[in-house]
Nanobody, 124 residues
């Protein structure tokens, strides 16, 4: 499974970006799609996830109320809408798919396939 993450860029603090995660060759059916990010010198951290079939959503506390996650069945794409961006949101953002249970949805080990990452830079 190849995942294509896109939509990153440079934005001023308070601005918005929408990231996309598309899968080649197959659909997301039966999977959860997660977004993670990694800033220089820091560990990869969970941002948000959505269950493709049920639509259950999960967010890191640091992005609740600012980020939303959604899915488009027709385009087989998951979106991460990021609003009110802060400089501390600067990182490479990765999408991934896996079959985590609710208690492991925030763990990167629960995701088997990863995209290449897209850079998000928020200037102050």
């Amino acid at each position: 499974v190849q995942l294509q993450a896109s939509g990153g860029g440079l934005v001023q603090a308070g601005g918005s970006l929408r990231l996309s995660c598309a899968a080649s060759e197959r659909t997301f059916s039966g999977y959860s799609v997660g977004w993670f990010r990694q800033a220089p010198g820091k560990e990869r951290e969970f941002v948000a996830a959505i269950r493709w079939s049920g639509g259950n959503q999960y967010f890191a506390d640091s992005v609740k109320g600012r980020f939303t996650i959604s899915r488009d069945f027709a385009k087989n794409t998951v979106y991460l809408q990021m609003n009110s961006l802060k400089p501390e949101d600067t990182a490479v953002y990765y999408c991934a798919i896996g079959r985590p249970i609710a208690s492991t949805v925030r763990a990167h080990e629960s995701y088997a396939h990863w995209g290449q990452g897209t850079q998000v830079t928020v200037s102050s």
